[in-house]
């Protein structure tokens, strides 16, 4: 066994440390590739040569951060799974089948590869901040800021995406619990592997501290719908920040930070920086993936696809498009009763194939080069939405979420017990939540974050129990590559 654990403990800082490194390897020469350095260190010397080397360097941090055990597709189809919008068909262990059971365990193969993606990609975005800074003369002042904060923005992206997951809840004690290996120096060696965790509060103080660094230093847009899309900007720091603090519960943060880019009263409106606004059309986000209604996403192409099963289409279409890993539970929201036919999200992103709905919001055949959505605005909207029926501005709130559904369905009217009382507003608005973001990773994450019970789910033969906020199942446990490897856990 102690063997087993050296083997396990090499090979895994050798592969966290191999996915960290500059991306720039051109650099390398026979000298080098004959006299590697020792351990899992290897020579910066040129990876900061030039302000053409630092963008390169820049453009890695989001190429590891779409990793598809990670935001290219894994991270999406887990939140996804766990909640109860979907039955596993195939009961393919290597597509999430434990995790849509509620068993999985620290040598559950999702359990290590997220982590293991996760926190290759925070180490190469701690090491590119000590290059920066070790080479802040070799690039325009301007540019170093804004390259630090975009830097700062995805570290909080990616310690949000793994405290939600592998930690219990803020809402439970208020972030007392233990968190994450706060992990923020550039390692290249394991001299500094073993690292205790810090609380969820800990780790949620840091996520702000780079949230509102990355708004400082962000710009307020780079002039090109691509870019405004596939990179941070100012109002995307601004939108993260909705999230994170929606899930401390923290509602009147929540209000003022949606108050800087959402304006209006029926339609809404960012009033600086990049426009963002819902589209007209529901559908159009997910066949033109640069309006500006996409926040921030993670871009795909033939020649940069997700790789073979990460892909949000290979799980959630039906064949011939996809594989139809998952389809729609019969009892969950798809058949709610206040999400009807005539809703244009239905209309555009629910199909039947052989008796079962599925989703086809995504719906880019193989290699499925789907961009990946982490924040459009209608999440931002719903954010402020629940956020001001919690803190019993109701006008708005009703504004907010009517926008959301009007969009998709003009002639609805919600049922007059919906807004009859501040809990009825809250309840309908996470029913919107889960029909307007249905297939892009928020179920697990509002259930969790509600202290709610995962429900129950039964098909194809198969079921999976409810597991309540006090069950250890409630949240993903330490994966097994981390405790063999960190002596201070």
């Known amino acids: 066994m102690k063997n087993q654990n050296i083997k396990v403990r090499k090979h895994y800082l050798l592969k966290m440390a191999f996915l960290a490194l500059p ?44 990793d598809g055990q990670y935001y290219g597709g894994r991270i999406v189809v887990y939140n996804e799974i766990r909640g109860e919008e979907w039955i596993n068909r195939l009961t393919n262990g290597v597509t999430g089948l434990q995790t849509w059971q509620q068993n999985v365990q620290s040598g559950t193969n999702e359990v ?50 793994l405290v939600t997951l592998y930690a219990k809840p803020y809402n439970a004690d208020n972030g007392a619990s233990p968190g994450l290996p706060l992990r923020l120096q550039a390692e290249t060696t394991t001299a500094n592997n073993d690292l205790a965790r810090s609380t969820v509060a800990k780790v949620y103080e840091q996520i702000l501290k780079d949230l509102n660094d990355a708004e400082a230093g962000l710009p307020l847009t780079y002039g090109s719908a691509v870019l405004n899309t596939t990179r941070a900007h100012k109002n995307t720091a601004i939108a993260m920040k909705t999230r994170v603090y929606l899930h401390m519960g923290n509602y009147a943060k929540v209000v003022s930070e949606a108050q800087k880019i959402v304006s209006g009263t029926t339609s809404f409106t960012a009033p600086t920086g990049v426009a963002h606004a819902l589209q007209a059309d529901v559908a159009l986000p997910f066949t033109n993936y640069t309006t ?21 289409g290979y799980y959630f279409n039906a064949a011939p498009v996809g594989n139809g890993e998952y389809y729609l539970n019969a009892a969950g929201i798809v058949n709610d009763a206040q999400w009807p036919a005539t809703d244009a999200r239905k209309v555009n992103f629910i199909v039947t194939a052989s008796g079962n709905k599925y989703l086809k919001k995504f719906s880019k055949p193989s290699p499925f080069t789907d ?29 907010l979420v009517s926008a959301v559904r009007k969009r998709s369905d003009a002639a609805y009217v919600f049922p007059a017990t919906s807004f009859a009382t501040q809990q009825a507003l809250v309840d309908a608005i996470l029913k919107e939540r889960r029909i307007e973001l249905l297939g892009e990773g928020f179920r697990a994450m509002d259930i969790t974050r509600t202290l709610q019970t995962f429900p129950e789910k039964t098909g194809s033969g198969l079921n999976a129990p409810a597991v309540a906020p006090s069950s250890t199942d409630y949240v993903w446990p330490m994966p097994n590559s981390e405790l063999a490897t960190n002596k201070a856990l």
């Open 371 to 399: 961009y990946v959505p982490v924040i459009r605005y209608s999440e931002v909207l719903l954010n402020y939405a629940e956020a001001a029926a919690r803190t019993n501005d109701m006008p708005k709130a009703i504004a």
């Open 112 to 161: 290590q590869n997220l982590w293991g993606a996760a926190y290759a990609a925070i180490n190469r975005i701690n090491v590119f901040l000590q290059g920066l800074e070790d080479n802040k003369a070799k690039i325009d002042p301007t540019l170093y800021t804004q390259y630090q904060a975009e830097a700062k923005f995805l570290r909080a992206v990616a310690y949000h995406s």
């Open 292 to 312: 500006t209604e996409s926040v921030f996403s993670m871009p795909m192409s033939d020649l940069d696809a997700p790789g073979t099963q990460n892909q949000l």
């Open 23 to 66: 991306f720039t390897f051109a650099a390398c020469d026979t000298e080098d590739m004959l006299n590697p350095v020792p351990e899992t260190s290897i020579s910066d010397k040129n990876a900061f040569d030039t302000p053409e080397r630092i963008i390169g360097q820049v453009n890695g941090l989001y190429d590891a951060m779409k």
